[in-house]
Every structure is written in C-alpha cells, then in structure tokens.
C-alpha cells in the first residue's frame, strides 16, 4: 500500500470511529424520549426478525413519550414483545392501537450510570482510534525499511496521523462533553 493509501484508509477509520461514538452516544438514556431507544429492537415478525423502525410508526409527541403505532396491528402483541426483552427498561403499555412507553425521570444514581456509561464508550472509542493510529504508523514503518519512504518522510507522515488522531479525539471529547451536559440537565 502507498502512503496515500495509507492516510485514506486512517482517515476512514477514523470517521467511522466518530460516526460508531455517536450512534452509541444515542443510545444512552438521557430522561427525554428519543426514536434512537426503539429504532433497531428486533421483533419476530411472522419468524423473521425485523426492526420497529419497518414495522411501525414511531412518534414522540412530548419529551417523556414515545408512541409506536404499528402498520399490522396483528403484529403489536409480538412488537410489546420485543420491547420487554430489550434492554430498555421500559414497560410498555398496550391499548390495542398503539404502544405508548412513558420515559422515566432519572435519579441521580441512574444519571451517574449513564455519565459512567457515556465516559466507557468515549474511552472505547479512544482506543479505537489509537489502535488505527498504530496500523498507520506500521504500515509506514514498513515502508521505511523497505526504502520506499525516507526517515524525514516517515517522521512527517507521524505527523500528519498525531493530527489525524488528535482531531478525532477532540470531536469524541466535544460529543461526551455535549451527552455529559445533557445528562446533568434532566
């Protein structure tokens, strides 16, 4: 591989990193209701596992309410289901139209949780684009040895992939800042 290869394919990981950082971020419960928590369940729908988002409207008409309002209405009893066995820890309730899930308030203990679990994730992701700095940085020692790059090109492509990181690492700091402040306001 050359070393623009190299660099693109660090940069890719990279922003898949952010991009993973965020779709987790999304997931922690905050206290307010989001599409997010009930997007991907899967629900065994006529014994294929299908997700909510392809078999209901999902709305939230206020902060703490999420209502689910399958297309099949045959379908809801197995759509409550799948959301009990989640990992959600909501009830549902079920009216025979619609399944409304009503988002608790958050304790201090339980937002302390999340704060641990939002820093956890961070950190993952630290070491995500870490371990992509490293390949980089092996691949281009290889080259090094090979005599297909200099010493002074080395130490400038060493360069260029501390920035890469030190970016990413900055927007996963700006995102657990952001889930932090928002887990302090509910």
């Known amino acids: 591989m050359d070393t623009a290869g190299i660099i693109r394919e660090t940069e890719d990981k990279m922003r898949k990193t952010d991009e993973e950082t965020a779709r987790q971020f999304a997931t922690v419960r905050t206290g307010r209701a989001s599409r997010v928590l009930v997007d991907d369940i899967k629900v065994d729908y006529h014994g294929t596992l299908t997700s909510l988002k392809q078999l209901a409207a999902i709305n939230i008409p206020d902060p703490r309410l999420i209502v689910i309002q399958p297309w099949d209405i045959s379908s809801i009893s197995d759509i409550e289901r799948a959301i009990l066995k989640s990992d959600i820890g909501i009830t549902p309730v079920n009216d025979g139209k619609v399944i409304k899930l009503t988002i608790p308030q958050l304790t201090k203990e339980r937002r302390d949780e999340m704060t641990r679990l939002a820093r956890k994730i961070a950190e993952e992701m630290r070491v995500s684009l870490r371990n992509a700095r490293r390949a980089a940085m092996e691949n281009f020692k ?12 080395y130490f400038k492509y060493q360069e260029q992939i501390q920035k890469l990181t030190d970016k990413a690492v900055e927007k996963i700091d700006t995102m657990l800042a952001a889930k932090e402040k928002e887990l302090a306001l509910v």
């Open 142 to 153: 290889a080259l090094q040895k090979d005599d297909r790059i200099t010493e002074d090109d």
